[in-house]
């Protein structure tokens, strides 16, 4: 199995996710904009009333028939956490979906003139792109537009009874720019369709956040005493580690892999949710010891897993497994209990022994070379099961 970073059928306001009415004005020096108009939503939904996610956008966002109105009516003006995939370059690691915005000569000279077209943004260094000390930041959305406003955009909308393009607001699945400033002036963007920007926590509303926090303060409690169980690929960490630890990924402060029982119910003695954080799970393993694993804000908030919906436990345990997966056959639920592997054993059964593989690369003869914790290399074979192994020295 492969843990990824990432659908009902519209977008709501993320205001609407509690009740209200959006009424956030417009940014400070930013042209008036028309907000998009109550009476074309559809009407709210409970973060309470799913089964298991906690930001129905996402699920809704991937139908492939949502309107540039109804991403407008999630973020505009709506303060965001920023996040996404970060490119490791050292000191200068960068979010690799965020570049450094502008806005663009033209609309400052339209803005001056007082017009009431909204301003544009755009990226003037496609290389330069958002520092990763922004991630997990708080930013507000100071413009949605679509990415190429041109005649070749007008072809695209859909088309009235006259064959004339309809409102910009009525395009499916629109080509869309998220503008955003944070509070130091910094201003950055990112291009994404409306499944795309599902599928990864980029910018997820702070009303959204809240919403969740409110429910998980309720129910967390609700899950302890519940038995869960641990992989190769679960991150365990000492009782005494640090939130910021956990969030650093601190090796030192990790349980080591032979330590932790794989595949033995271990019941959960604590739950805690950690303000835009994610939750902190507790757990007793047979011997008496106790470990703790963090669910990131960004695994609370992906859509769900092959569009199956998930409970409420299965979406806070992160990498923890509500049960010893059925698809595994005795003889491998037997190995990866006892932390072994074998020739023949599938490469899913091989994941939940050793855990997520290091590196990939193609095998001389066949399949692939998969290389665990820089210490041990499996070759898969074309059927996707082991075929061989060796350590490394």
């Known amino acids: 199995m492969k843990f990824q970073a990432a659908f009902a059928l519209v977008a709501l306001c993320a205001a609407l996710l509690?009740?209200?009415?959006?009424?956030?004005?417009?940014?400070?020096?930013?042209?008036?904009?028309?907000?998009?108009?109550?009476?074309?939503?559809q009407p709210p939904l409970d973060p309470r009333s799913d089964s298991g996610e906690f930001a129905p956008w996402r699920v809704q966002f991937g139908s492939g028939k949502i309107?540039?109105?109804?991403?407008?009516?999630?973020?505009?003006?709506?303060?965001?956490?920023?996040?996404?995939?970060?490119?490791?370059?050292g000191s200068s690691s960068q979010l690799l979906d965020w570049r450094i915005a502008e806005q663009t000569p033209e609309s400052m000279s339209a803005s001056n003139d007082k017009t009431p077209h909204p301003p544009r943004y755009f990226v003037p260094h496609a290389m330069e792109g958002l520092s990763v000390r922004y991630s997990g930041k708080?930013?507000?959305?100071?413009?949605?537009q679509l990415h190429t406003p041109d005649a070749a955009s007008a072809a695209k909308k859909p088309l009235n009874a006259m064959g004339e393009p309809i409102s910009d607001?009525?395009?499916?699945?629109?080509?869309?720019?998220?503008?955003?400033?944070?509070?130091?002036?910094?201003?950055?963007?990112?291009?994404?369709?409306?499944?795309?920007?599902?599928?990864a926590m980029l910018a997820e509303p702070m009303t959204v956040i809240d919403a969740a926090a409110d429910r998980l303060q309720q129910e967390l409690p609700e899950i302890v005493g519940t038995s869960i169980y641990a992989a190769g690929f679960t991150p365990l960490y000492k009782p005494n580690t640090t939130i910021d630890e956990m969030v650093n990924q601190v090796d030192a402060r990790r349980i080591a892999p032979a330590d932790v029982p794989l595949f033995v119910p271990l019941p959960i003695?604590?739950?805690?949710?950690?303000?835009?954080v994610g939750v902190v799970i507790e757990v007793l393993f047979p011997n008496g010891d106790r470990a703790i694993s963090l669910t990131s804000m960004s695994q609370l908030f992906l859509p769900p897993l092959n569009g199956k919906q998930q409970s409420f436990l299965e979406c806070v345990i992160g990498l923890f497994l509500p049960e010893i997966p059925r698809k595994l056959t005795r003889k491998e639920v037997s190995a990866i209990k006892s932390g072994s592997i074998y020739s023949g054993?599938?490469?899913?059964?091989?994941?939940?022994?050793?855990?997520?593989?290091?590196?990939?690369?193609?095998?001389?003869?066949?399949?692939?070379?998969?290389?665990f914790r820089n210490s041990l290399v499996v070759v898969i074979n074309y059927s996707g099961r082991v075929e061989s192994w060796k350590f490394l020295n």
């Open 269 to 276: 003695v604590a739950a805690r949710y950690v303000d835009a």
């Open 67 to 89: 309107t540039f109105l109804q991403v407008k009516y999630l973020f505009l003006y709506q303060n965001v956490i920023v996040g996404g995939t970060v490119e490791d370059l």
């Open 138 to 144: 708080k930013a507000n959305v100071i413009a949605i």
């Open 169 to 199: 607001d009525d395009i499916i699945n629109p080509c869309f720019d998220v503008v955003v400033r944070f509070p130091d002036g910094t201003t950055a963007m990112t291009t994404q369709y409306p499944a795309s920007i599902a599928n």
């Open 18 to 41: 509690r009740g209200q009415t959006p009424t956030q004005a417009a940014p400070a020096g930013a042209a008036a904009q028309p907000q998009p108009d109550a009476a074309q939503a």
């Open 345 to 371: 054993m599938s490469e899913n059964a091989l994941e939940y022994v050793m855990g997520f593989p290091d590196k990939q690369t193609d095998a001389e003869d066949s399949g692939r070379k998969l290389t």
